[in-house]
């Protein structure tokens, strides 16, 4: 079996957040008019946009995904579709944690909204993890049972942001997994996932999961940030990762995003055939591609 621990809810509420950024440029119906320049296909309702995905995931055989509300505020589309199927899907939320309102969405979305994981991009608002209004949200995230933190490591480019030619000022300064180590260290009963395999941080987030056992990292993605590594493959990546973190600690995900290419099988037959060369047992590669996901949000 499969489930995915990282995929991006691109709900009408995300392309109207973006084309606040552009303004007038895409005029009143912004989803429309993006899909259009992107030749996606635009996301209707948030009802249409959920009975898309859970098709899609029936089609691929996926059990259970993780759906990310991918701009801070739109939990609330993400918690719909999580209501629609309880039992599918799983719901994270974008948080800024130096807006007014944070406390209250954390305690909104972790709540009644019924979501799950609270997902952290330091370099996109720019803030560090050692601001002291952080670590008051990651000690609410903490405080509610079964919840998990995100945070998002290494490099960060949106790609949709790119192709529509929207502002990226993101700042690196903030993206060490090492960052992350007095977070891990102060709340050890929350478990905190690192995506992408800390994304072209590699060392650096072997060296927090080696260091901190509440830290999981999420395979998600194609990886391109193995370019930065000369002579290292997938396969090596999951050798070393196994080797510090071990199979219980690694959760497998797509970064799937957009229709019509909907949810992204070629990340999986990668990450398989890199299991295989390694000759790993099928238990360990079954805890990576669906056990692990379960233990971390059970029905």
């Known amino acids: 079996m499969t489930s995915d621990a990282h995929c991006h809810f691109f709900s009408p509420r995300f392309f109207e957040t973006l084309g606040r950024d552009a303004p007038g440029r895409f005029g009143e119906t912004p989803a429309a008019a993006m899909c259009a320049t992107l030749g996606w296909e635009a996301p209707g309702s948030v009802a249409s946009l959920t009975h898309r995905w859970l098709a899609e995931l029936d089609r691929h055989e996926v059990d259970r995904a993780v759906l990310i509300a991918s701009v801070p505020g739109d939990e609330a589309s993400v918690a719909e579709a999580v209501a629609m199927a309880p039992n599918r899907l799983v719901g994270f939320f974008m948080l800024n944690p130096l807006a007014d309102d944070a406390p209250a969405r954390v305690s909104a979305g972790l709540g009644p909204m019924g979501l799950r994981g609270v997902c952290l991009f330091p370099a996109m608002q720019r803030y560090s993890l050692h601001d002291p209004r952080v670590v008051a949200l990651v000690e609410q995230v903490a405080a509610s049972p079964g ?153």
Request: hydrophobic content about 45%.
């Open 147 to 299: 919840s998990v933190l995100f945070v998002h490591c290494g490099v960060l480019s949106v790609g949709i942001r790119k192709k529509l030619g929207l502002p990226s000022r993101f700042d690196m300064r903030f993206s060490n997994p090492l960052d992350v180590h007095g977070l891990a260290m102060a709340f050890p009963s929350l478990t905190i996932v690192v995506p992408h395999f800390g994304a072209g941080m590699f060392r650096e987030a072997l060296m927090l999961a080696d260091l901190c056992p509440n830290v999981v990292l999420d395979t998600s993605s194609s990886n391109h940030w193995i370019d930065y590594h000369p002579g290292l493959t997938l396969t090596d990546v999951f050798r070393q990762a196994l080797h510090v973190a071990g199979a219980s600690r690694l959760v497998f995900g797509t970064d799937s995003s957009f229709f019509p290419r909907g949810w992204n099988r070629p990340v999986l037959d990668a990450q398989r055939a890199a299991m295989s060369a390694l000759g790993i047992s099928e238990g360990d590669a079954q805890a990576i591609t669906h056990g692990n996901f379960d233990r971390l949000f059970p029905r």
